[in-house]
């Protein structure tokens, strides 16, 4: 695989379309000690867990591997953590999942699937209500991990318990802990400049090492030939970076429930009782309902000897006993001018982290990810050569609420209602259009990929676990794939959880979005697909490598009918590869093959190879459009 003129390229010069999925949902926690995060024992163990067996025991992974390549799934997102990997200590790295890493990798090139590596974190950390960074990134600060929920620093499913607030988890990006750590990850050494780690500013400590870390991991991998590919680091935020004013609550991905502004939070942590806000989200927008307290007990946060960097750095004082705000904007310029995250700090991190990766193996296509529908960064050849615009989408009303109503949504980049079947389809197209746009226009024209969409499977209250009416999940996952169709987008959509149960879903947070968890029921019966939910919203037919240039995809799923136009370039010699398996169809599927006038194209094979049709136009040039459909 190559990247050349924005499109992804094989060895026999044709377009790639990578369709696939993230592996899996589960990795985020370890296996051993179960860190599911419903059990209140999760956190319990720092050091001395093990993620071996995530995303599924080795022994297992010729039965998942085969299910996904038979659905058409060529590429994959495999998520790993920073956690996984150093969880001991610094430098401490756990060779033993490594070397069960690269077991799985191998397996998935002997089913000929491809696979970009994900360093996975939400909100930080495991302790911080996600997953991603080792314990001790945060101990070597100081922190009294026992306490990051009693401070109001975090609120953890193991802490909070069940039921635990539907998609209250974003809500700790705001929070103390997560804030203060991306904060000092990005931009210490700027902001604050007296906190030091064995000699070093705090920035180059961490950075230097998440590098160190991912470095290792790719030298331990880089045999694997499944890996075309690293991110650089999952869903990053900014912290405090770029607050105007710390009284206020900014750079917040979702207002729900309960929380402090930026001041009210550092207070809290160094043991004040703090107000805070309590939020509702609704059609109509974010709602403020109430308020609450925030550590009403009045512990710290910090160990003896440790303290408040903001607090260190005269952001904020408690002299005289109550806390008092005194520099409410100094998270909000970077030099002589307004501080810009993306530009300013997270670009350069990824630049940095591109050269460290590519110094273990050249070639390495670099997957970039901007702020989930916030900023993207710019890009040029001089940032860097062969990387990919792996940006996230969800449709965030369905995400929030578990309801989805195909005539009614919201649009996550500016929140307002769209009514009617087919502007809220129209909607979905344009929102993702808006990344690729930027991409084409400010990142050099590098080809994008969709790394994350996906849906709750237990809408509505969990109906079609009663019913076994998945036709509501089909259609929200075949509007998502439409989207992504009419962009022409590479997708791998969230995700694929081998251990996923129907009582608990993929073990994280409460969320339920793996399209696959295992029927023994079904299996027992011998159905193809046990276990596959909503599949008939993505399953679908699509180009896996095209012979040219991809022009259009429609996938008429109530037809089933398949209308793909391309530009032939007749210097190719081999065929157009498209992925068309009987069950899209209800039946064995025919194709035809029409030249730019309408009229059926002469001197075109048309062969069916397994689930594929192969489209041999070589020495043709010009349009043409492949209609698939019923004999």
């Known amino acids: 695989m190559r990247i050349e003129g924005g499109r992804i390229i094989d060895e026999a010069g044709r377009t790639l379309l990578l369709r696939g999925c993230n592996l899996g949902g589960s990795s985020k926690t370890p296996a051993v000690p179960d860190g599911s995060t419903w059990n209140p024992a999760g956190l319990d163990a720092a050091r001395e867990v093990s993620f071996i067996g995530k995303p599924f025991p080795v022994e297992e992974a010729d039965e998942h591997f085969s299910r996904l390549s038979r659905w058409g799934f060529s590429f994959l997102r495999f998520v ?23 077991k799985i990798l191998k397996k998935a090139a002997e089913h000929g699937i491809g696979v970009f590596i994900d360093p996975h974190q939400d909100v930080w950390s495991r302790w911080t209500g996600g997953d991603g960074a080792p314990a001790w990134t945060m101990e070597r600060l100081g922190f009294d991990l026992s306490l990051l929920d009693r401070t109001g620093a975090a609120l953890t499913h193991q802490h909070v318990g069940d039921p ?28 604050a400049p007296g906190t030091t780690i064995e000699g070093e500013d705090v920035r180059s400590w961490l950075q230097g090492r998440y590098f160190a870390a991912m470095r290792h991991a790719y030298r331990r991998l880089k045999d ?36 402090p502004s930026a001041f009210r939070s550092m207070a809290a942590a160094s043991g004040h009782p703090s107000a805070a806000t309590v939020y509702a989200q609704g059609l109509t927008g974010t709602r403020r309902i109430g308020h609450a307290t925030i550590n009403p007990e009045g512990v710290s946060l910090f160990k003896e000897g440790f303290g408040c960097p903001w607090k260190r750095e005269g952001v904020w004082t408690d002299e005289g006993g109550e806390a008092r705000l005194l520099r409410p904007d100094h998270f909000s310029r970077f030099g002589d001018r307004p501080a810009a995250f993306v530009e300013d700090f997270l670009k350069p991190f990824q630049v940095r982290f591109a050269r460290e990766i590519r110094s273990q193996k050249s070639g390495c296509a670099i997957f970039i990810e901007g702020v989930p529908n916030g900023e993207h960064p710019t890009w040029s050849e001089e940032d860097g050569k062969d990387c990919v615009n792996a940006f996230h989408w969800y449709d965030g009303a369905t995400l ?12 996550a980049d500016n929140r307002k209602p769209v009514f009617g079947r087919k502007a809220v389809a129209r909607s979905f197209a344009e929102q993702l259009s808006d990344d690729v746009r930027w991409a084409r226009e400010r990142m050099g024209g590098m080809p994008c990929l969709l790394g994350e969409f996906g849906l709750p499977f237990d809408l509505n209250g969990r109906k079609a676990f009663r019913t076994g009416d998945w036709s509501l999940q089909e259609e929200a996952m075949s509007m998502y794939y439409d989207a992504a169709d009419a962009n022409l987008l590479h997708s791998t959509v969230w995700n694929y959880a081998a251990d996923n149960t129907r009582e608990r879903g993929d073990g994280w947070n409460d969320e339920d979005l793996s399209i696959w968890s295992r029927d023994r029921e079904a299996e027992e019966r011998g159905e193809a697909d046990a276990g596959a939910r909503g599949i008939g919203g993505w399953r679908r037919p699509y180009p896996k490598a095209t012979a040219g240039e991809p022009l259009s995809i429609r996938w008429d799923r109530k037809k089933k009918t398949f209308e ?10 081999a065929p157009t590869e498209i992925f068309a398996p009987v069950e899209c169809f209800g039946g064995e599927p025919t194709a035809r093959v029409l030249d730019s006038a ?34």
């Open 598 to 631: 309408g009229v059926p194209a002469g001197g075109i094979a048309i062969a069916r190879v397994g689930a594929c049709f192969e489209i041999d136009a070589a020495g043709r040039e010009g349009e043409f459009l492949v209609l698939i459909g019923r004999r």
């Open 400 to 411: 929030i609420s578990k309801r989805f109503v195909p005539w009614l949504s919201v649009r």
């Open 224 to 259: 694997c030939a499944a890996i075309v590919g690293w991110g650089t680091m999952n869903e990053p935020h900014a912290g405090f970076i770029g607050y105007r004013d710390l009284s206020g609550l900014e750079n917040c991905t979702i207002e729900l429930g309960a929380i």
């Open 80 to 102: 790993i953590t920073w956690e996984a990997v150093e969880h001991a200590g610094p430098g401490i790295y756990d060779e033993s999942y490594l070397a069960y890493a690269r």
């Open 164 to 191: 635990y607030p539907r998609m209250v988890w974003p809500t700790n990006y705001s929070r103390y802990a997560a804030a203060t750590m991306f904060t000092l990850f990005f931009a210490g050494d700027v902001y």
């Open 564 to 573: 793909f136009r391309f530009r032939a370039d007749p210097a190719l010699g």
